[in-house]
């Protein structure tokens, strides 16, 4: 069974500050992974995905993630944080879609970020 | 591109009552996902179509939830009779095909008293 592991419930860091929030994941074959962000009263943005080849992947709003398949890990990153990135931020494992098989996406449980002026 | 539309954004009821939810994917997208999202968890897949077809709804509690997209387009999210452990964030996604990315809509939060 899939599973992802998001360690840190909640992290706060400074305005300027860089950022890393970690997610573990568990899965039997080559994983599709994402991280969403979901602000108060609103619905879940993708920011990346990863899906084959080039194991760094670039997002939206300055994000990054690196997969690491010995580390069964796929964690967020972002050099300097803005207060606007504060929101909730959910890593999440799905099959691949080379495989064939239903697109079923398995969430953490959520790092909710704060950011301090 | 109009996103992913929910209704109601909230409903509040009482426990035992019915409600329904309200979902219209993007257009052109085939597949449409409800998922249930409890206060401090991730959001779990309570069904998946494809087109009008159901792919999974190995999670939804069928005693009391059901779903339906006739049309292969807009889609309806039921429950009946609700409980208060069913108090959630109800959320609708759609992609454009099995195992594309996932577009979520803003939520339904629904609240049992």
Same mark, same amino acid.
């Given at each position: 069974?899939?599973?992802? !592991?998001?360690?840190?419930?909640?992290?706060?860091? +400074?305005? &300027?500050?860089? $950022?890393? /929030?970690?997610?573990? %994941?568990?899965? @039997?074959? !080559?994983?599709?992974?994402?991280?969403?962000?979901? +602000?108060? &009263?609103?619905? $879940?943005? /993708?920011?990346?995905? %990863?899906?084959? @080849?080039? !194991?760094?992947?670039?997002?939206?709003?300055?994000?990054?993630?690196?997969?690491?398949?010995?580390?069964?890990?796929?964690?967020?990153?972002?050099?300097?944080?803005?207060?606007?990135?504060?929101?909730?931020?959910?890593?999440?494992?799905?099959?691949?879609?080379?495989?064939?098989?239903?697109?079923?996406?398995?969430?953490?449980?959520?790092?909710?970020?704060?950011?301090?002026? | 591109?109009?996103?992913?539309?929910?209704?109601?954004?909230?409903?509040?009821?009482?426990?035992?009552?019915?409600?329904?939810?309200?979902?219209?994917?993007?257009?052109?997208?085939?597949?449409?996902?409800?998922?249930?999202?409890?206060?401090?968890?991730?959001?779990?897949?309570?069904?998946?179509?494809?087109?009008?077809?159901?792919?999974?709804?190995?999670?939804?509690?069928?005693?009391?939830?059901?779903?339906?997209?006739?049309?292969?387009?807009?889609?309806?999210?039921?429950?009946?009779?609700?409980?208060?452990?069913?108090?959630?964030?109800?959320?609708?996604?759609?992609?454009?095909?099995?195992?594309?990315?996932?577009?979520?809509?803003?939520?339904?939060?629904?609240?049992?008293?």
């Amino acid at each position: 069974a899939q599973s992802v !592991t998001q360690p840190d419930i909640h992290i706060t860091v +400074s305005e &300027g500050a860089s $950022l890393e /929030l970690r997610c573990n %994941y568990s899965y @039997g074959a !080559t994983p599709y992974l994402f991280w969403y962000v979901q +602000s108060p &009263g609103q619905g $879940l943005q /993708l920011l990346l995905k %990863y899906f084959s @080849g080039d !194991t760094l992947v670039q997002g939206i709003k300055g994000f990054e993630a690196e997969f690491k398949r010995s580390q069964s890990s796929f964690n967020l990153r972002k050099p300097s944080v803005h207060w606007s990135d504060a929101a909730e931020y959910f890593c999440a494992v799905g099959a691949n879609p080379n495989t064939g098989t239903a697109s079923k996406l398995t969430f953490g449980t959520g790092t909710r970020l704060q950011v301090t002026l | 591109e109009a996103g992913v539309a929910q209704s109601p954004r909230y409903k509040i009821i009482e426990k035992r009552q019915s409600v329904a939810f309200w979902c219209n994917p993007i257009s052109g997208h085939a597949t449409l996902y409800w998922y249930q999202q409890i206060l401090g968890q991730g959001p779990k897949l309570l069904i998946q179509f494809q087109n009008n077809g159901v792919v999974d709804d190995s999670q939804l509690p069928k005693d009391r939830f059901s779903a339906e997209r006739l049309k292969g387009v807009d889609s309806t999210l039921k429950i009946q009779p609700a409980k208060l452990e069913d108090s959630a964030v109800y959320l609708c996604a759609s992609s454009l095909n099995r195992g594309y990315e996932q577009y979520f809509g803003p939520g339904t939060r629904l609240t049992v008293t």
